[in-house]
């Protein structure tokens, strides 16, 4: 099956610094990939739509300056946590496909701001 | 608005017993369901899907059904491991050929004891 790899799996930064987490989609083409963000005990949610070759479709309520998703190529995705704050602590997960395909998931990040 | 919603947070089986995690959605427009496994510190995995066609799908010891009147799908774990304990998601989506976005539930915790 298709093999998504994300990194860094876990990452400490201080506040105000800025956090690149790469998305990578091994086996195949991805036009897509989506960028979800959990919090404790409740659902992962989308952030936003990222798009190869033009830009990305955010959620409503999240703030497009502070999460920069950048889609340059078929297989690699980035989003970046810039100014990171405690409150923006969280699991963050990349998941391609959403066609008749199916989802692969990457393995997730988890983002302490300290 | 949650549409997706998993209204048991965590569930307790024996070993050697049937687990079955319930999800309902609100969204008549879903049309294709998943269910995830995560264990701590690791993204989730696929597990099984169904589609809106089918009222019931089965891979070994998981079993899917589905109840479009009910809008409600249930996850059926047959014999139950402990190696199954993780926390379970249910996920839908409406695929047009293009990505879609999954919409997920909050999570039910499963513990399978001795």
């Known amino acids: 099956g298709a093999v998504v790899s994300q990194h860094p799996s876990r990452v400490i930064c201080k506040s105000g610094t800025s956090v690149k987490i790469e998305c990578r989609s091994l086996d195949f083409q991805a036009t897509t990939m989506f960028w979800y963000r959990q919090f404790p005990k409740q659902s992962l949610m989308l952030m936003a739509t990222?798009?190869?070759?033009?830009?990305?479709?955010?959620e409503q309520g999240v703030e497009k300056d502070k999460f920069l998703i950048n889609h340059a190529s078929l297989t690699l995705s980035t989003l970046t946590v810039t100014s990171a704050h405690p409150e923006d602590s969280s699991f963050y997960i990349c998941?391609?496909?959403?066609?008749?395909?199916?989802?692969?998931f990457g393995s997730g990040t988890r983002l302490t701001v300290v | 608005d949650q549409q997706v919603k998993q209204n048991s947070p965590s569930l307790s089986v024996q070993e050697g017993r049937i687990s079955i995690l319930n999800c309902d959605y609100t969204n008549s427009m879903f049309d294709y369901f998943l269910w995830y496994k995560k264990y701590p510190a690791e993204g989730p995995t696929f597990l099984i899907s169904i589609s809106s066609i089918k009222d019931k799908n089965e891979d070994g010891r998981f079993t899917v059904f589905l109840n479009k009147s009910a809008k409600h799908l249930s996850l059926h774990i047959v014999p139950s491991q402990p190696g199954d304990s993780a926390v379970y998601f249910c996920a839908a989506s409406t695929p047009t050929g293009t990505a879609s976005k999954l919409t997920f539930g909050t999570g039910t915790r499963l513990q399978v004891t001795l």
């Open positions: 990222s798009n190869e070759g033009s830009k990305a479709t955010y």
């Open positions: 998941i391609v496909g959403g066609d008749y395909y199916g989802y692969t």
